[in-house]
């Protein structure tokens, strides 16, 4: 069973940065693209950022030229560097490994993200 242990999150005032990291079990990123979401309270989860197999980035817009993915192989990690940080990004974040878009296996605990103003 692929198990996903995110870290990183914490609370940030607004325009603050933070860098979430996601450890996978066995080689699960290294075979797959992987992606970041989000759920926010009261709220479904959402998709953030992918990045592929191979290194291809896609966000959503929201933030865009905020938050950067990352990713290691060679570690089987997946990071996301948040700046210029928002309330809106408060929520709880999870790692996943993605193909075609989809996420591929029972997500983690998460990682808190509290923005405050």
């Known amino acids: 069973q692929v198990q996903f242990v995110e870290s990183g999150g914490g609370l940030v005032q607004a325009g603050g940065s933070l860098r979430l990291s996601c450890a996978a079990s066995?080689?699960?990123?290294?075979?797959?693209?992987a992606g970041w979401y989000r759920q926010a309270p009261g709220k479904q989860r959402e998709w953030v950022a992918t990045?592929?197999?191979?290194?291809?980035?896609t966000y959503l817009d929201s933030v865009k030229g905020r938050f950067t993915i990352s990713r290691d192989n060679v570690k089987n990690t997946v990071n996301l560097q948040m700046n210029s940080l928002k309330p809106e990004d408060t929520a709880v974040y999870y790692c996943n490994a993605v193909r075609w878009g989809t996420p591929l296996y029972p997500w983690g605990q998460g990682t808190q993200v509290t923005v405050s103003v």
């Open positions: 066995g080689n699960t990123f290294s075979s797959n693209g």
């Open positions: 990045i592929s197999r191979a290194g291809d980035t």
